[in-house]
Protein backbone atom coordinates (compact mmCIF):
# COMPACT_ATOMS: atom_id res chain seq x y z
CA UNK A 1 0.00 0.00 0.00
CA UNK A 2 1.11 3.59 -0.72
CA UNK A 3 0.24 6.87 1.14
CA UNK A 4 -0.61 9.74 -1.11
CA UNK A 5 0.21 13.57 -0.08
CA UNK A 6 -2.70 15.13 1.60
CA UNK A 7 -4.55 17.45 -0.70
CA UNK A 8 -7.33 17.80 -3.15
CA UNK A 9 -6.22 18.57 -6.27
CA UNK A 10 -4.83 15.97 -8.83
CA UNK A 11 -1.20 15.46 -8.81
CA UNK A 12 0.63 13.10 -10.44
CA UNK A 13 3.92 11.90 -9.37
CA UNK A 14 6.75 10.64 -11.77
CA UNK A 15 9.44 8.24 -10.77
CA UNK A 16 11.83 8.50 -13.97
CA UNK A 17 14.49 5.85 -13.64
CA UNK A 18 17.20 4.06 -15.89
CA UNK A 19 15.08 1.07 -15.87
CA UNK A 20 11.49 1.90 -14.70
CA UNK A 21 8.87 4.97 -15.34
CA UNK A 22 6.39 5.11 -11.77
CA UNK A 23 3.73 7.26 -12.61
CA UNK A 24 1.13 7.33 -8.82
CA UNK A 25 -1.97 9.50 -8.40
CA UNK A 26 -3.63 8.53 -5.86
CA UNK A 27 -4.59 4.73 -5.60
CA UNK A 28 -3.38 4.41 -9.04
CA UNK A 29 -0.21 3.39 -10.20
CA UNK A 30 1.72 1.88 -13.21
CA UNK A 31 5.01 1.48 -14.39
CA UNK A 32 6.71 1.42 -17.97
CA UNK A 33 9.98 0.32 -19.07
CA UNK A 34 12.70 2.74 -19.92
CA UNK A 35 16.30 2.22 -20.99
CA UNK A 36 19.43 4.40 -22.21
CA UNK A 37 17.49 5.41 -25.72
CA UNK A 38 14.70 6.68 -23.66
CA UNK A 39 13.26 9.76 -24.73
CA UNK A 40 11.19 12.76 -23.79
CA UNK A 41 8.40 11.51 -26.41
CA UNK A 42 8.50 8.17 -24.68
CA UNK A 43 7.67 9.76 -21.29
CA UNK A 44 5.00 11.79 -22.98
CA UNK A 45 3.56 8.99 -24.45
CA UNK A 46 3.09 7.06 -21.33
CA UNK A 47 2.19 9.82 -19.05
CA UNK A 48 -0.63 10.95 -21.71
CA UNK A 49 -1.49 7.14 -21.47
CA UNK A 50 -1.72 7.24 -17.66
CA UNK A 51 -3.97 9.87 -17.81
CA UNK A 52 -6.54 8.56 -20.26
CA UNK A 53 -6.53 5.20 -18.55
CA UNK A 54 -7.22 6.53 -15.35
CA UNK A 55 -9.33 9.53 -16.78
CA UNK A 56 -7.63 11.99 -14.84
CA UNK A 57 -7.77 15.99 -14.97
CA UNK A 58 -4.18 16.36 -12.83
CA UNK A 59 -3.23 19.91 -11.92
CA UNK A 60 0.07 19.59 -11.62
CA UNK A 61 2.82 16.73 -12.64
CA UNK A 62 6.04 15.89 -10.73
CA UNK A 63 8.71 14.89 -12.59
CA UNK A 64 11.47 12.59 -10.60
CA UNK A 65 14.80 12.37 -12.77
CA UNK A 66 17.99 10.32 -12.23
CA UNK A 67 20.19 13.93 -13.29
CA UNK A 68 21.26 17.66 -12.39
CA UNK A 69 18.10 19.81 -12.76
CA UNK A 70 18.64 23.82 -13.29
CA UNK A 71 16.28 26.07 -11.10
CA UNK A 72 14.37 26.80 -14.38
CA UNK A 73 13.64 22.86 -14.67
CA UNK A 74 15.90 21.98 -17.57
CA UNK A 75 17.47 18.70 -16.96
CA UNK A 76 21.25 19.89 -17.37
CA UNK A 77 22.87 16.37 -17.21
CA UNK A 78 21.70 12.38 -16.83
CA UNK A 79 24.23 9.66 -17.38
CA UNK A 80 21.25 6.57 -17.10
CA UNK A 81 19.30 8.29 -19.55
CA UNK A 82 21.47 10.42 -22.04
CA UNK A 83 18.60 11.56 -24.53
CA UNK A 84 16.81 13.52 -21.18
CA UNK A 85 19.65 16.12 -21.22
CA UNK A 86 18.75 19.18 -22.60
CA UNK A 87 15.16 18.59 -21.93
CA UNK A 88 12.24 21.03 -20.40
CA UNK A 89 9.50 18.97 -19.27
CA UNK A 90 7.32 22.34 -18.31
CA UNK A 91 7.65 23.21 -22.22
CA UNK A 92 7.43 20.44 -23.88
CA UNK A 93 4.34 18.97 -22.39
CA UNK A 94 2.79 22.47 -21.95
CA UNK A 95 -0.48 21.82 -23.99
CA UNK A 96 -1.24 19.22 -20.98
CA UNK A 97 -2.10 22.25 -19.13
CA UNK A 98 -0.45 21.12 -16.00
CA UNK A 99 1.63 22.84 -13.74
CA UNK A 100 5.23 20.96 -14.23
CA UNK A 101 7.48 20.75 -10.97
CA UNK A 102 10.94 18.81 -12.24
CA UNK A 103 13.68 17.59 -9.06
CA UNK A 104 16.20 15.09 -9.01
CA UNK A 105 14.67 11.64 -7.78
CA UNK A 106 16.65 11.37 -4.87
CA UNK A 107 16.03 15.12 -3.57
CA UNK A 108 12.12 13.25 -4.37
CA UNK A 109 13.04 10.73 -2.07
CA UNK A 110 14.46 12.95 1.03
CA UNK A 111 11.48 15.04 0.52
CA UNK A 112 8.89 12.12 1.45
CA UNK A 113 11.08 10.34 3.50
CA UNK A 114 12.41 13.07 5.55
CA UNK A 115 9.07 15.24 5.46
CA UNK A 116 8.69 15.30 9.74
CA UNK A 117 12.33 15.70 10.78
CA UNK A 118 13.00 18.57 13.68
CA UNK A 119 14.59 21.61 13.18
CA UNK A 120 18.41 20.42 13.83
CA UNK A 121 17.99 17.18 12.05
CA UNK A 122 21.23 16.52 10.12
CA UNK A 123 20.48 13.21 7.75
CA UNK A 124 20.00 11.77 4.38
CA UNK A 125 18.90 9.43 2.07
CA UNK A 126 21.05 7.23 -0.07
CA UNK A 127 19.31 5.56 -3.41
CA UNK A 128 20.92 2.55 -4.99
CA UNK A 129 19.00 1.77 -8.61
CA UNK A 130 21.17 1.61 -12.14
CA UNK A 131 23.24 4.46 -10.63
CA UNK A 132 23.81 5.50 -6.87
CA UNK A 133 22.66 9.02 -5.52
CA UNK A 134 22.09 10.78 -2.03
CA UNK A 135 20.39 13.67 -0.79
CA UNK A 136 21.26 15.07 2.49
CA UNK A 137 20.05 17.56 5.46
CA UNK A 138 21.89 19.61 7.81
CA UNK A 139 20.32 21.40 11.08
CA UNK A 140 16.96 20.44 9.60
CA UNK A 141 17.54 22.15 6.19
CA UNK A 142 18.39 20.36 2.95
CA UNK A 143 22.01 20.66 1.88
CA UNK A 144 21.96 21.74 -1.28
CA UNK A 145 25.75 23.12 -3.05
CA UNK A 146 26.26 26.14 -5.07
CA UNK A 147 24.68 24.97 -7.64
CA UNK A 148 21.86 23.35 -6.05
CA UNK A 149 23.38 19.45 -6.79
CA UNK A 150 25.22 18.09 -3.67
CA UNK A 151 24.80 14.91 -2.95
CA UNK A 152 26.78 12.99 -6.26
CA UNK A 153 27.29 10.11 -4.17
CA UNK A 154 27.71 8.07 -7.20
CA UNK A 155 31.09 9.97 -8.48
CA UNK A 156 32.45 8.85 -4.89
CA UNK A 157 35.96 7.85 -6.45
CA UNK A 158 37.35 4.46 -5.31
CA UNK A 159 40.25 2.51 -5.80
CA UNK A 160 39.62 -1.01 -6.90
CA UNK A 161 41.38 -3.67 -8.97
CA UNK A 162 44.30 -1.58 -9.63
CA UNK A 163 42.38 1.40 -11.00
CA UNK A 164 40.14 4.27 -9.90
CA UNK A 165 36.37 3.75 -10.59
CA UNK A 166 33.13 5.93 -9.37
CA UNK A 167 30.67 4.39 -7.14
CA UNK A 168 28.45 4.18 -9.68
CA UNK A 169 30.56 1.89 -11.47
CA UNK A 170 30.72 -0.69 -8.94
CA UNK A 171 27.77 -0.72 -6.77
CA UNK A 172 25.30 0.63 -9.36
CA UNK A 173 22.67 -2.17 -10.81
CA UNK A 174 23.22 -1.45 -13.76
CA UNK A 175 26.59 -1.50 -13.56
CA UNK A 176 26.88 -4.60 -11.70
CA UNK A 177 24.54 -6.29 -14.63
CA UNK A 178 26.62 -4.83 -17.77
CA UNK A 179 29.61 -6.32 -16.15
CA UNK A 180 28.67 -9.68 -16.24
CA UNK A 181 26.90 -9.03 -19.59
CA UNK A 182 23.56 -9.50 -18.26
CA UNK A 183 19.92 -7.73 -17.97
CA UNK A 184 19.22 -6.56 -14.19
CA UNK A 185 16.49 -8.88 -14.09
CA UNK A 186 19.12 -11.92 -15.40
CA UNK A 187 21.45 -11.02 -12.66
CA UNK A 188 19.09 -11.41 -10.28
CA UNK A 189 17.96 -14.40 -10.98
CA UNK A 190 21.16 -15.82 -11.25
CA UNK A 191 22.27 -14.46 -7.30
CA UNK A 192 18.70 -15.68 -6.01
CA UNK A 193 19.92 -19.30 -7.93
CA UNK A 194 23.24 -18.61 -5.59
CA UNK A 195 24.84 -18.57 -8.83
CA UNK A 196 29.02 -18.00 -7.47
CA UNK A 197 29.93 -15.23 -10.11
CA UNK A 198 26.48 -13.29 -9.69
CA UNK A 199 26.77 -13.46 -5.77
CA UNK A 200 30.52 -12.23 -5.95
CA UNK A 201 29.46 -9.46 -8.30
CA UNK A 202 26.48 -8.06 -6.19
CA UNK A 203 28.17 -8.60 -2.95
CA UNK A 204 31.18 -6.18 -4.40
CA UNK A 205 28.61 -3.67 -5.41
CA UNK A 206 27.08 -4.16 -1.40
CA UNK A 207 30.55 -3.38 -0.11
CA UNK A 208 31.49 -0.57 -2.36
CA UNK A 209 28.12 0.77 -1.11
CA UNK A 210 28.52 0.57 2.17
CA UNK A 211 32.18 2.52 1.82
CA UNK A 212 30.14 5.15 0.04
CA UNK A 213 27.46 4.95 3.57
CA UNK A 214 30.48 4.75 5.85
CA UNK A 215 31.81 8.22 4.32
CA UNK A 216 29.09 9.80 4.64
CA UNK A 217 28.40 8.50 7.81
CA UNK A 218 32.20 9.59 8.54
CA UNK A 219 31.79 13.11 7.29
CA UNK A 220 28.02 14.40 8.21
CA UNK A 221 27.94 12.76 11.59
CA UNK A 222 23.88 11.85 10.71
CA UNK A 223 21.28 10.51 12.86
CA UNK A 224 19.66 9.03 10.70
CA UNK A 225 20.22 7.34 6.50
CA UNK A 226 17.77 5.99 4.94
CA UNK A 227 18.45 3.90 2.10
CA UNK A 228 16.48 2.56 -1.05
CA UNK A 229 16.53 1.59 -4.67
CA UNK A 230 16.14 -1.50 -7.24
CA UNK A 231 19.95 -3.02 -6.40
CA UNK A 232 18.60 -3.77 -2.66
CA UNK A 233 16.24 -6.68 -3.97
CA UNK A 234 20.04 -8.12 -5.23
CA UNK A 235 20.10 -11.11 -2.85
CA UNK A 236 23.23 -9.93 -0.51
CA UNK A 237 23.31 -6.60 -1.21
CA UNK A 238 22.16 -4.72 1.56
CA UNK A 239 23.53 -7.24 4.26
CA UNK A 240 27.10 -6.84 2.38
CA UNK A 241 26.59 -2.73 2.62
CA UNK A 242 25.48 -2.59 6.55
CA UNK A 243 28.72 -4.99 7.19
CA UNK A 244 31.14 -2.56 4.97
CA UNK A 245 30.01 0.62 6.64
CA UNK A 246 29.80 -0.62 10.10
CA UNK A 247 33.33 -1.98 9.77
CA UNK A 248 34.27 1.26 8.02
CA UNK A 249 32.61 4.07 10.17
CA UNK A 250 33.95 5.34 13.47
CA UNK A 251 32.34 3.64 16.21
CA UNK A 252 30.56 6.44 17.95
CA UNK A 253 29.25 8.07 14.73
CA UNK A 254 28.06 4.64 13.18
CA UNK A 255 26.52 3.88 16.90
CA UNK A 256 24.30 7.71 16.73
CA UNK A 257 23.30 6.91 13.19
CA UNK A 258 20.30 4.81 12.53
CA UNK A 259 20.69 3.15 9.01
CA UNK A 260 17.33 1.49 7.88
CA UNK A 261 15.76 1.20 4.47
CA UNK A 262 13.22 3.88 3.06
CA UNK A 263 10.23 2.90 4.78
CA UNK A 264 7.76 4.09 1.48
CA UNK A 265 10.35 1.61 -0.87
CA UNK A 266 9.36 1.42 -4.47
CA UNK A 267 7.25 4.84 -4.13
CA UNK A 268 9.20 6.83 -2.18
CA UNK A 269 10.57 9.01 -5.26
CA UNK A 270 7.60 9.37 -6.75
CA UNK A 271 5.49 10.48 -3.30
CA UNK A 272 8.15 12.88 -3.07
CA UNK A 273 7.68 14.50 -6.68
CA UNK A 274 4.21 15.21 -5.50
CA UNK A 275 5.55 16.45 -2.27
CA UNK A 276 7.66 19.07 -4.71
CA UNK A 277 4.80 19.80 -7.00
CA UNK A 278 2.58 20.69 -4.03
CA UNK A 279 5.59 22.56 -2.43
CA UNK A 280 5.52 25.03 -5.44
CA UNK A 281 2.50 25.79 -5.82
CA UNK A 282 2.09 27.03 -2.49
Not at 20 to 39: E, I, M, Q, V
Amino acid sequence: MHRAPEGNEIIIGADLGGTKLLLLCGAHSRRFGTGPGYTPEDFATQLRAFIEDVNLRPVRIGIAVPGLVARDGEIVSCDVLPCLTGWRPETSLKALGCQITVINDVKAALLEEMQDVSNDFTGGVIMAGTAIGAAFMTQGRELRGVNGWAGELGYLPLHTDGSVKRLDEVAGGGAMATQMGLSGEALAQLANDNDALAMATVKAGGEALGIGMASVINLLNPSRLAVGGGALKLKGYWEAALRTAQAHAIPPLWDACSVTRVKSGHFVAALGSIRAAQRDAA
